[in-house]
């Protein structure tokens, strides 16, 4: 009777060690995932609605595979590679337009990150834009190129940092207008240990061209679920628009499903 109850302790003992382990595991993944150049494989699908566009007040919805591929160069190097392929509904914006459904255009960064110690996290390289849109309407027409970083900092269970690229045009139709806008990403998590994360963070763009800033402000919270051995980040945020061109978007939502895959 003895043995029998000193084996069901041990059994009841090494599941609760095996469960903190695990839940050790997945908060340390949500830490990694806030980190957008972290040693991790993951593929974001992000859902994104903006609501009242032109003077139809329409919506747009925009799905975007945003694959994250991190390649080891070395011990103390990584090669990030970061892709945002969009699919993109664009309701009727003004009477006789017409609703249009398609990709837009692709946007690949390229960080090459070294190891830093105390927290800190960089990765600099190049980004490039390139013309997969298959409408006009959807996108530029252009091939695009300049540069790109992040700077962030981890500590605890906070996130704070920004990232950030230049994309000129260099090559398109002269039908075509030039393209020339800088994104800046200001963003701060917090991560708890049962591997909630809170969110807040701008994705700004300037256009150079016209002159006009779009400055959403993004919050919402993910936390790390289990299906299986496949373990998945479900995300909700609002945004509202502090700035953005004239008759531009006022509002959106986002929902994000992050299929995780540790190296």
Not at 48 to 71: K, W
Request: proline share 7%; hydrophobic share 40%.
């Amino acid at each position: 009777m003895q043995n029998s109850l000193r084996a069901i302790l041990g059994a009841t003992a090494a599941l609760i060690l095996g469960m903190g382990g695990a839940l050790a595991d997945d908060a340390e993944l949500a830490k990694q995932l806030a980190n957008p150049v972290a040693d991790l494989i993951s593929v974001p699908f992000q859902g994104n609605y903006d609501c009242c566009l032109g003077p139809s007040d329409a919506g747009q919805y925009t799905l975007n595979l945003q694959p994250v591929i991190p390649i080891t160069l070395s011990d103390n190097l990584n090669l990030i590679v970061r892709t945002i392929l969009p699919t993109i509904q664009q309701g009727e914006l003004a009477p006789g337009y017409g609703s249009h459904f398609g990709l837009g255009d692709t946007t690949q960064s390229f960080f090459l990150s070294p190891a830093l110690k105390n927290g800190w996290v960089f990765g600099a390289g190049p980004a490039f834009l390139w013309p997969t849109a298959t409408e006009s309407e959807l996108g530029s027409g252009i091939w695009g190129a300049g540069p790109t970083a992040v700077l962030l900092k981890q500590t605890g269970g906070w996130t704070v940092g920004v990232l950030a690229n230049q994309i000129w045009s260099y090559a398109g139709p002269d039908s075509r207008d030039d393209y020339s806008k800088a994104f800046i990403q200001p963003f701060l998590n917090y991560t708890f240990p049962d591997t909630t994360s809170l969110i807040l963070n701008t994705e700004s763009t300037y256009d150079w061209q016209s002159g006009d800033w779009t400055v959403p402000i993004n919050f919402g919270v993910s936390k790390i679920f289990k299906f299986g051995d496949q373990r998945v980040s479900l995300g909700a945020m609002g945004r509202v628009y502090a700035v953005a061109p004239e008759e531009g978007p006022e509002w959106g939502v986002r929902l994000i499903a992050t299929f995780l895959f540790p190296k």
